[in-house]
């Protein structure tokens, strides 16, 4: 069994980020820059949000953040959403979720200029993953395609099967295994004989939110595993994946944490630096 390391190949985005970052500072004088935007105080969104803040400077990135109060009104978030869209300085705008009940997320996303919509979430990118042309495709999803590929995975012609279909991670996950020509079978809660589906899996993504829900039962020998999951389990951080046994069986597998959640950061700054990348090439 081999061990994903999504820690380690992370790091190596992150460098490599960091050089071409440097290149185009000296080409250009420009550096990418990514506005965080977190509304209220909820704890867990808050360290996500200085994780990010973090690594943009680490990066060599400008960090723009707006920390704006719980009760704020749609109205006020809109407005700020339009400066940033405006702002020439700002190639990526990063809207932390969950936002508080007044606000309609879905408003809130589709307002991000989709050419700095780093996260990937806005209707237009959404289209364009579908079509096939995507330049900013959601982060975790691509994340995992990265490991599978860091660790020379064949996708093609494999049968990837996915457990869960958010449009965070299971849809759009599907739509990029599909691009690299995988046979992709969606489960969710209404799947019927959920253990015969994921037992015919070459590729098996768990992104259910439920710890330790895929038993070794539920898993062929040789199956790439990949652990979205996060979930608290008496205050420790535990995959969708009961890892132990399932590792028996896996011919790679991803553990939590290290797995695909370094990813996820890595390819949020990588966005960034693509839609930099994009707004130099529209100057010139
Ligand atoms: P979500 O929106 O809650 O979606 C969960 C999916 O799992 C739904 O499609 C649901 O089906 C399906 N599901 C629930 N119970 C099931 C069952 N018994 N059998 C089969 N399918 C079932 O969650 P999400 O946002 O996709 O996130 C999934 C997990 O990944 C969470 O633990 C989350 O914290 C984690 N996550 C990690 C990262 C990262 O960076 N590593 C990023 C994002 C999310 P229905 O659609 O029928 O309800």
Redesign the pocket.
């Known amino acids: 069994m081999v061990l994903i390391d999504g820690k380690k190949v992370s790091i190596e985005i992150r460098n490599r980020l960091a050089e071409e970052t440097q290149e185009l500072k000296k080409k250009t004088g420009k550096i990418p820059g990514l506005a965080t935007v977190l509304v209220g105080d909820d704890p867990a969104s808050a360290v996500y949000v200085r994780n990010k803040n973090k690594t943009c400077l680490e990066l060599g990135y400008q960090s723009f953040e707006k920390k704006l109060s719980s009760d704020i009104s749609e109205t006020q978030l809109l407005q700020l959403i339009k400066e940033l869209n405006s702002n020439e300085d700002v190639h990526g705008i990063l809207v932390q979720l969950p936002l508080p009940d007044q606000i309609d997320s879905e408003k809130i996303l589709q307002a991000i200029d989709p050419d700095k919509d780093v996260d990937g979430f806005h209707p237009i990118n959404v289209g364009r993953l579908v079509v096939g042309n995507a330049l900013l495709t959601p982060c975790?999803p691509t994340g995992i395609i990265e490991l599978l590929d860091h660790y020379g995975i064949e996708i093609s012609g494999k049968h990837a099967v996915i457990?869960?279909?958010?449009n965070?991670?299971?849809k759009p996950v599907s739509m990029l295994l599909l691009q690299r020509n995988a046979t992709i079978t969606i489960?969710?809660?209404?799947?019927k004989n959920?253990e015969e589906v994921t037992r015919c899996a070459d590729i098996l993504v768990a992104?259910?939110?439920?710890a330790n829900?895929v038993t070794a039962e539920m898993v062929s020998e040789d199956t790439v595993v990949i652990d979205?999951?996060?979930?608290r389990v008496d205050g420790k951080l535990t995959g969708?994946v009961d890892f132990e046994p399932v590792s028996k069986k896996a011919s790679h597998i991803t553990p939590v944490p290290g797995g695909?959640?370094p990813?996820?950061i890595a390819l949020l700054m990588e966005n960034t630096l693509k839609a930099f990348k994009k707004s130099i090439e529209e100057e010139s």
């Open positions: 975790t457990m869960g279909r958010s965070i991670v299971g489960c969710h809660s209404r799947t959920l992104a259910v939110g439920r829900f979205v999951g996060i979930n969708d695909v959640g990813m996820t």
